[in-house]
C-alpha cells in the first residue's frame, strides 16, 4: 500500500511576498526578535515547522552576522535561490534602516528628556520577556532531542557559566561546548 502524499506546506507565494513577510518580521522585532520570528514563520506562516525552526536558528547563530539576517537569507535561499536570499535581506534591511534614521534624528534631539530614557528602559524590559517567552515555547523541541534533558541543562549553564561571569570570549566557548555537543549527540545517535 503507498501511502498518501503529504499536503503541500505553506511556501512563500513569490518574491514580493517574501519582501513583505521579513519587511513586517523586522518591523516587529526591535530589540529581541527571537519571540517575534518562531510566532511569524512557525506559528502564522507555517514556512518552518518548530524542529526545522530550532535547527535553523541555530545555524543561524553560529554563522557570522545577525542570526535574524542569516536566517531571513537562508529561507529565501531555500525557496527562490540567490534571488530569494535577496529579497529577503532587503526586506530585513530596507524600511527599517530609513525608520532607524529616523529615529536617530529624534533620539538626538530629545535625548535628554527623562521620558524618552523611562520609555527605553521599559522597551528593554519588554524585550527581555519577549526573549524568555519564545525560549518557553522552544522547549518542548528538547523532549525529541537525542541529548538528555540534563546534559543540555548542564551544557547551557556551563554556557552562561563561561560567558556572563567568567567572561570567556565566546568564540571558544561556542567551539569548545559546541564541539562537545556534537560529539556526545553523534555518539548518542550511533546504534
Keep these: 500500500m503507498i501511502p498518501a502524499p503529504l499536503p503541500p506546506r505553506p511556501a512563500p507565494q513569490s518574491l514580493t511576498d517574501l519582501f513583505v513577510s521579513f519587511t513586517l518580521l523586522a518591523l516587529q522585532g ?55 536570499a535577496m529579497a529577503a535581506l532587503a526586506g530585513m534591511l530596507a524600511v527599517p ?3 532607524i534614521l529616523l529615529l536617530a534624528l ?13 520609555a527605553l528602559r521599559g522597551m528593554a524590559a519588554v524585550s527581555a520577556g519577549l526573549i524568555g517567552a519564545a525560549g518557553l515555547k522552544l522547549t518542548g523541541a528538547l523532549a525529541r532531542n537525542p541529548m538528555p534533558l540534563a546534559w543540555c541543562a548542564a551544557i547551557a549553564i556551563t554556557g552562561f557559566v563561561l560567558v556572563a561571569l567568567l567572561q570567556v570570549p565566546l568564540i571558544y566557548v561556542l567551539f569548545g561546548l559546541g564541539g562537545v555537543s556534537c560529539v556526545l549527540t553523534y555518539r548518542r545517535l550511533q546504534p
Design 97 to 99: 534602516l530609513v525608520l
Design 30 to 84: 526591535f530589540g529581541g526578535v527571537l519571540a517575534v520570528v518562531q510566532r511569524e514563520l512557525v506559528e502564522r506562516k507555517g514556512w518552518l515547522t518548530p524542529d526545522e525552526f530550532i535547527e535553523d536558528w541555530a545555524v543561524a547563530q553560529v554563522m557570522p552576522g545577525p542570526n535574524v539576517i542569516n536566517l531571513s537569507m537562508m529561507i529565501g535561499g531555500r525557496y527562490f535561490g540567490l534571488a530569494g
Design 106 to 118: 529624534l533620539h538626538a534631539q530629545f535625548a535628554s528628556d527623562s521620558h524618552v530614557a523611562g
